[in-house]
């Protein structure tokens, strides 16, 4: 192993220590020693990490910028050992990532998307059961789809009506609760699943149709199948609706039957930011803005309470 390769899984192992985990950046850095090692260098100067970071073609300068950031990141780590290091300065690729216009579900939409779901073949397997309570649970709860597929039947509580979301984004942990609706779906569905797989077989709660626990891959190839063939998209459309829109639905649902119900919205808007597992409230303020309905609605109240 090289020394600027060993710097940087030293680097990772310290920062994990710290809680962060560093998947994208670790995947990044590993790339980049790579791309050194290829053309012979073994100190990172800010004209290597330039050429490197916009390698790639048919990206957003976002994707860019966020390649510059992982090596300034790490070559300010490694300038303590190394003072030949140099670090990219902040205004190069001054490029921000824009986030994706929301595909607000309608309830057909939804409805169909689970039918499809519950078409799946075959007709007589698990993986209609997992892919529709699967589908349903996201709509209804909005949680991550990396949330949904790591949990372990003993962070589903069908007794109480309650899930136990664990170390997720932001390294942070909360409770969501179920309505009795939901609590009653998953109940059939763990009840299915155990006759496929007994529980000694696996402590993931959404099991594929082997009996192995659902990847984040597997989860998105299907739903974009089903999404294609229920016309959310097109055969040959490369985006479109994505699961984190389910996401996107539940707070801005929420927020609008707030609003429409004269509720304090500002009041309540901490226990939704909590819900949904943000690591700030201003993350979730971000939907008053993202969806036009909403953001008249919060002007609306605002010049309410300024008037005279």
């Not at 020693?33 to 330039?50: D, K, P, Q, W």
């Not at 299915?192 to 993931?204: Q, W």
């Not at 994505?242 to 808007?269: C, K, N, P």
Request: proline share 6%; net charge positive; aromatic share 12%.
């Amino acid at each position: 192993m090289s020394p600027l390769r060993k710097a940087v899984e030293d680097y990772l192992i310290l920062r994990r220590a710290l809680g962060f985990k560093l998947r994208d950046m670790a995947t990044a850095l590993r790339h980049f020693v790579s791309f050194m090692e290829r053309e012979g260098a073994c100190t990172i100067t800010t004209n290597l990490a330039l050429r490197w970071a916009i390698q790639p073609q048919q990206v957003q300068p976002a994707h860019w910028a966020a390649r510059l950031s992982f090596v300034r990141s790490f070559a300010r780590h490694l300038s303590a050992i190394d003072p030949q290091t140099e670090i990219p300065p902040q205004g190069l690729l001054p490029y921000r990532y824009h986030r994706c216009t929301p595909h607000l579900y309608t309830g057909d939409q939804i409805r169909r998307l689970i039918k499809a779901a519950w078409n799946l073949p075959p007709t007589t397997g698990l993986r209609r059961w997992t892919y529709s309570t699967l589908f349903g649970l996201l709509a209804v709860t909005g949680l991550r789809i990396s949330e949904a597929i790591a949990l372990q039947q003993d962070d589903v509580d069908l007794n109480q009506g309650l899930l136990t979301i664990r170390l997720t984004k932001f390294r942070k942990s909360r409770l969501v609760p179920l309505h009795p609706s939901t609590t009653h779906r998953l109940k059939r569905y763990a009840s299915k699943r155990e006759a496929f797989y007994p529980k000694d077989i696996t402590s993931h709660f959404f099991l594929s149709e082997r009996g192995r626990p659902l990847t984040d891959c597997m989860a998105r190839w299907t739903f974009v199948k089903l999404s294609r063939q229920i016309g959310l998209r097109g055969l040959s459309d490369r985006f479109g609706p994505r699961l984190h829109d389910f996401r996107h639905r539940f707070a801005v649902t929420t927020l609008l039957q707030w609003y429409r119900s004269g509720l304090d919205v500002e009041q309540r808007l901490p226990s939704l930011s909590t819900y949904l597992g943000h690591a700030h409230v201003t993350d979730t303020y971000w939907y008053l803005w993202a969806v036009p309905e909403l953001l008249a609605l919060s002007k609306d109240r605002l010049e309410k309470r300024w008037e005279v």
